[in-house]
C-alpha cells in the first residue's frame, strides 16, 4: 500500500464497487432523486440513482463543518449605498448573516409576530428595497435553495457518472415538511412555491452562484412559469414520516404501531405511526405529534448555567463534546450535566405521556388493544440513551403499558460513503427517506387527515405538553 494516500485507497474501492459510468453515448438515461432535508441550522442532502439503486450522501466541495455534510441554513446580505444583496458565502461585503430562512418563511407565512428577532433584518431588507416583507423572505428562500441545489447539480455533472450527458437523464427533488404545515394550505404553498422557485433557478444557463441584487433576484423570480411536470420534480413530504420511511425500507421493517421519538437540537417530536403494507399500498399513518422543548442542546446550555458559564461559547462546545464522549470532563462539569440530565427526564417522560395520550384518543377501545404491540423508533442528530430512550421506555413501565421494544433502523448497505456512514446516519435519516422516489416512498397521513372515533369520551388525564398543531 505504499505510496497510496487514504483517499486514494477509499476512491479505489468504491470504484470496484460502484464502477465508473459508461461513456455517454453508450448507457442509458438515469433517475435522479434528490433528498432535501431543509434545516432550521442545517439542510442535509441525499442523492439516488434510481436505476442503479445506490444512494450517496451530498458533501459540498469545500465544507463549512466539523461534520461536512451539513450545509449551513444561511444566507449573507451585504449594502453598497442603498442597494442591498445577496449571496451563499460571507465576504467583505455580505457581513450580515440572514439566518433560519425556513423559520422565517414559517413566520411570515403564518403571521406570527413572536419571533421578531428571527425576521427583524428580513423586515429590514425588505423595506429598505420597496418589496413587502413576505416578497423578499419567499425571495430569500428560493435563492438559497437554490444554491443548495446548484451545488448538488454541479457535483452530479462532474461526477463519474456524467450527469445530463445523454438526452433523458433527470432529476426529481423532495423536501421535508413538518408536518402541521403540509395540514396549513398557505404553508404548504410557500414552500412548494420556493422549491420550484429555487429549481428553476438553479438550472439558469447564468444562474446566480455568487451574489445577486436583491431587485435583481426579485426580477430574475417574476419570470418563473411552471412547467408541466413540476409535480413531479418537486414534491413535498411530511417530515416525521421521512423517518419512519428509512425504517419501511430497512430489512427489519415489519408493519405495525410505532412510536418515534425524533431527538434534535431544540425540539423533541414524538409521533405515533401505523404502517401498513399488504397488496393494495404500502401506507404510514401518522395519527399525532407532539412537540417538546427538551432538545440535546439543553443539556450543555443547562450544564454551563449551572457553572456561571451559559454565556461563554467555548463553554458550550466543550460541554457538548464531553456529552458526547468525546472528551473527558472535569468532576465539576461532569455533574453538571448529570444535573441538566436529570432535569430533562421530567419533560420527556410528560410529552411521551402526553404522546400516548394523544393516540388513544385516535383509537376505539378495540384498537387501544393494539398499543401494547407498540414498537419504539428513536432518531435524530441530538439522541442519547439518557434522558431520551430511557424517559421514553420508562414512561411505560411507570404507567404499566406493555411495548414491544425497540425498532431499530441498521444504516443501509448502499448509502455511501460506508465508511462515515455509521456515524452520520442518525442525522440522515430524513434526507435518505426523501431521497427515494415517488413510487416507492410510502403514501403518507399527517395527524390532521385523523379525527377521534365517536365512541366515549377522551382519557380525562393530559399532560402538560405542546401538540404539533399548537405550536
Not at 27 to 34: C, D, G, L, N, S
Not at 321 to 336: N, P, Y
Request: with cysteine; aromatic share 8%; net charge neutral.
Amino acid at each position: 500500500m505504499a505510496g497510496f494516500s487514504f483517499r486514494q485507497l477509499f476512491e479505489k474501492a468504491r470504484r470496484a464497487i460502484f464502477p465508473t459510468a459508461k461513456p455517454a453515448s453508450h448507457r442509458r438515461p438515469v433517475i435522479i432523486q434528490i433528498g432535501l432535508d431543509f434545516g432550521t441550522a442545517f439542510t442535509k442532502v441525499v442523492c439516488r440513482d434510481v436505476t442503479a439503486r445506490r444512494a450517496w450522501v451530498y458533501v459540498p466541495a469545500s465544507p463549512k463543518t466539523e461534520l461536512p455534510f451539513l450545509l449551513p441554513s444561511v444566507l449573507f446580505a451585504g449594502k453598497a449605498g442603498n442597494d442591498w444583496s445577496l449571496a451563499h458565502a460571507s465576504n467583505a461585503l455580505h457581513q450580515f448573516e440572514l439566518g433560519a430562512p425556513k423559520l422565517a418563511l414559517s413566520e411570515i407565512t403564518s403571521n406570527i409576530a413572536n419571533s421578531a428577532d428571527i425576521t427583524e433584518l428580513y423586515r429590514r431588507i425588505a423595506a429598505d428595497t420597496g418589496l413587502h416583507a413576505s416578497e423578499f423572505i419567499r425571495d430569500a428562500v428560493s435563492f438559497y435553495l437554490s444554491g443548495i441545489l446548484g451545488g448538488v447539480l454541479r457535483h452530479l455533472r462532474e461526477s463519474d457518472l456524467g450527469f445530463g450527458s445523454v438526452p433523458g437523464d433527470s432529476v426529481a427533488v423532495c423536501m421535508a415538511l413538518p408536518a402541521q404545515s403540509m395540514a396549513e394550505a398557505p404553508l404548504k404553498t410557500a414552500f412548494l412555491d420556493c422549491l420550484r422557485r429555487g429549481y428553476w433557478l438553479a438550472t439558469l444557463h447564468d444562474p446566480p452562484n455568487g451574489a445577486v441584487g436583491v431587485m435583481e433576484l426579485r426580477r430574475r423570480l417574476s419570470e418563473f412559469v411552471p412547467a408541466p411536470g413540476d409535480e413531479w420534480r418537486c414534491q413535498l413530504y411530511p417530515e416525521v414520516s421521512a423517518n419512519m420511511v428509512a425504517y419501511t425500507q430497512s430489512r427489519a421493517a415489519e408493519a405495525g404501531i410505532f412510536q418515534m421519538l425524533d431527538v434534535g437540537a431544540g425540539t423533541v417530536d414524538i409521533s405515533f405511526f401505523i404502517f401498513v403494507r399488504n397488496a393494495e399500498a404500502v401506507t404510514l399513518n401518522n395519527f399525532s405529534g407532539i412537540v417538546a422543548h427538551c432538545g440535546s442542546s439543553f443539556i450543555e446550555r443547562k450544564a454551563a448555567a449551572a457553572l456561571g458559564r451559559s454565556s461563554d461559547p467555548e463553554m458550550l462546545a466543550r460541554l457538548r463534546r464531553i456529552k458526547e464522549g468525546a472528551r473527558h470532563g472535569t468532576a465539576e462539569e461532569q455533574s453538571a450535566i448529570d444535573e441538566a440530565l436529570t432535569q430533562l427526564r421530567e419533560p420527556v417522560a410528560t410529552a411521551t405521556h402526553c404522546s400516548i395520550i394523544e393516540m388513544m384518543r385516535m383509537l376505539n377501545r378495540q384498537g387501544r388493544r393494539q398499543l401494547h404491540d407498540t414498537r419504539f423508533v428513536f432518531v435524530g442528530g441530538g439522541l442519547t440513551d439518557d434522558p431520551y430512550r430511557r424517559s421514553a421506555t420508562q414512561t411505560w413501565e411507570s404507567l404499566g403499558r406493555t411495548n414491544q421494544g425497540i425498532a431499530g433502523i441498521p444504516p443501509p448497505s448502499e448509502l455511501e460513503p460506508h465508511a462515515q456512514c455509521h456515524a452520520w446516519f442518525p442525522r440522515l435519516t430524513v434526507a435518505y427517506g426523501l431521497s427515494f422516489d415517488s413510487n416507492n416512498r410510502p403514501g403518507a397521513t399527517t395527524p390532521g387527515d385523523h379525527e377521534p372515533p365517536p365512541e366515549g369520551p377522551p382519557p380525562p388525564e393530559r399532560p402538560n405538553a405542546t401538540t404539533k398543531d399548537e405550536v
